[in-house]
């Protein structure tokens, strides 16, 4: 029997996980302060940022405060419905993913 190689080729590409929004979206019920606190304390946002999102959320009835892959755009739309309804606000908050 000969002895044969055979060259195979190979091709791998990357591909990121998705990214997903969390997305405040107005009431009006929850002060405004409140929000500006939320997007600083649990989105790590600075206060001039916080104030801009906040007054987007105003404006548009809705913001984006953050993207982050899966597991983190549960977590922080968890941690941040939790510390509103903690605090009787009934701000929505909820992550989508970006398409």
């Known amino acids: 029997m000969a002895n044969e190689q055979v ?7 990357l591909k990121y996980p998705p ?6 979206y107005n ?9 500006i606190k939320l997007l600083i304390d649990v989105f790590n946002k600075s206060l001039e940022s916080a104030q801009a999102i906040t007054l987007e959320i105003h404006n548009d009835d809705r913001a984006i405060a953050g993207s982050y892959n899966y ?7 968890a941690e941040a419905t ?17 398409e």
């Open 71 to 77: 597991e983190i755009a549960e977590q922080k739309t």
């Open 7 to 13: 060259q195979t080729k190979t091709d791998t590409r």
């Open 27 to 35: 009431d009006d019920y929850t002060p405004m302060a409140f929000v």
């Open 82 to 98: 939790g510390i509103a309804r903690a605090n009787g606000h009934p701000l929505k908050i909820k992550y989508e993913e970006v």
């Open 19 to 24: 990214r997903y929004n969390v997305i405040i």
